[in-house]
């Protein structure tokens, strides 16, 4: 069973930046880890990914070019790097491991951007 902890959340204006970290409580070296959002009122959707097996990373259309998704397998860590967000961009932010059919999520870090 693997834990997952995010961090990093918080309030920011529109234009502004955050980094969110994400912290396994297991090796993460096997798994392809990944970001996905939930704003209220609507579904959980996808929002970034990288694969472990050769750090190919794939993007939300909406969130390409100003997000980057990395990983850091020595300290079993996966970052999220926001930049010119959006008020749209408001979300709880979960962190999602994936390996063999397994899944694991945290519990989610906030992340609310003002106009």
């Known amino acids: 069973q693997m834990q997952l902890v995010e961090s990093g959340g918080g309030l920011v204006q529109g234009g502004g930046s955050l980094r969110l970290s994400c912290a396994a409580s297991g090796r993460t070296l096997t798994y392809t880890m990944g970001w996905f959002r939930q704003a209220p009122g609507k579904e959980r959707e996808f929002v970034a990914r990288i694969l472990w097996s050769d750090d190919s990373t794939y993007y939300q259309d909406s969130v390409k070019g100003r997000f980057t998704i990395s990983r850091d397998d020595a300290k079993n860590t996966v970052y999220l790097q926001m930049n010119r967000l959006k008020p749209e961009d408001t979300a709880l932010y979960y962190c999602?491991?994936?390996?063999?059919?397994?899944?694991?999520w945290g519990q989610g870090t906030q992340v609310t951007v003002s106009s």
């Open positions: 999602n491991a994936e390996s063999l059919g397994r899944q694991f």
